[in-house]
């Protein structure tokens, strides 16, 4: 495979589940935003929160001189100023498919198409918050659709291990901002790390990484904090968590480097970053501190995204 198809491909997975990351960002935001200024613990820093967990702060205020629902919800959603606005990776994501058509199978050209086309029409439009929140379900329907083209179409080849790629480094970015952010920034100034938190926020968090469900099934019992951490970060049925995304690096580094017949800093980055996860246990996590071992990792998720680049794309 030529490197520049690879590349589309590995970016196009990318920015179809950045889209979706942000949608979910938002839509807690929302969340977290209704509930009343009286509710127990409850901070009113739900919009800095979505900017922080997008890591976008610093572009935000660039064109923009408040952090509120307008502003953030403008700047996420639909500024062409953000490159990680869901309009902006819709865009990128149309335009990498383009470029690669005839390496994608219909069922995903008509996804990341007909999402592209459909976006048209939420432009320079007034969004009530309902539509809004049409809206927030509309773009995570959009990922779901694409990600299920590709897995249910595609052949198992080098093409399809590109998508993956892109897919499980993002998610896996993604799903440690989600994480740290929570604990950063919502907790509340009198609150320790680790301490009861309020439970509708974390309900929030879990709905919004479509987990909540899959917590009750694991714990079976109420909602706490370093539960929930153990899911996000440990469970390997978890196709969120850390270590399932990472086994998704190792695993489809490992079916390109045995078709290309050679390996690379990339497969060594991955087994050394699966190997760390393994290694840990929440309890030390929590005893260290639970800010920097995600910051750690989304560190070492980078140089691993850097190394697949230097190592296979354009």
């Known amino acids: 495979m030529l490197s520049r198809t ?58 923009y001189d408040a952090v509120n629902e307008r502003t953030v919800c403008d700047f996420l959603a639909f500024s062409r100023h953000n490159p990680s606005s869901i309009r902006s990776c819709i865009e990128t994501a149309r335009e990498n498919a383009r470029a690669i058509r005839t390496a994608l199978t219909t069922e995903m050209w008509d996804a990341i198409n007909g999402a592209w086309l459909e976006l048209r029409s939420y432009e320079g439009r007034e969004l009530s918050r309902d539509e809004f929140s049409q809206f927030l379900d509309w773009v995570k329907q ?44 919502l907790l509340p100034a009198s609150e320790r790390v680790g301490g009861t938190l309020d439970y509708f926020q974390w309900t929030t968090i879990l709905r919004e990484v479509s987990a909540f469900n899959a917590y009750h099934w694991v714990y079976r019992e109420s909602i706490k904090p370093v539960l929930v951490a153990d899911l996000l970060i440990f469970n390997r049925q978890m196709p969120r968590s850390l270590t399932n995304c990472v086994g998704m690096l190792v695993e489809h580094l490992d079916l390109i480097a045995d078709s290309y017949g050679r390996r690379g800093e990339s497969q060594r980055l991955a087994s050394n970053l699966r190997s760390c996860l393994h290694n840990a246990d929440i309890d030390r ?30």
């Open 285 to 314: 996590i929590f005893a260290s501190g639970l800010h920097e071992f995600i910051e750690a990792f989304i560190g070492e998720n980078n140089k691993l995204g850097a190394a697949i680049s230097d190592q296979y794309l354009v």
């Open 6 to 63: 690879a590349d589309n491909l590995y970016w196009l997975s990318r920015y179809a589940e950045r889209a979706d990351f942000v949608a979910r960002i938002l839509d807690a935001a929302h969340r977290l935003a209704a509930l009343p200024s009286s509710y127990g613990g409850r901070t009113s820093n739900e919009w800095a929160s979505a900017l922080e967990s997008t890591g976008d702060a610093d572009e935000f205020k660039k064109h």
């Open 142 to 185: 959009v990922s779901l659709a694409f990600d299920g083209s590709a897995y249910r179409t595609m052949l198992r080849n080098d093409g399809y291990w590109f998508t993956r790629l892109g897919m499980a480094i993002e998610r896996a970015d993604n799903t440690a901002r989600i994480l740290d952010v929570k604990y950063q920034i």
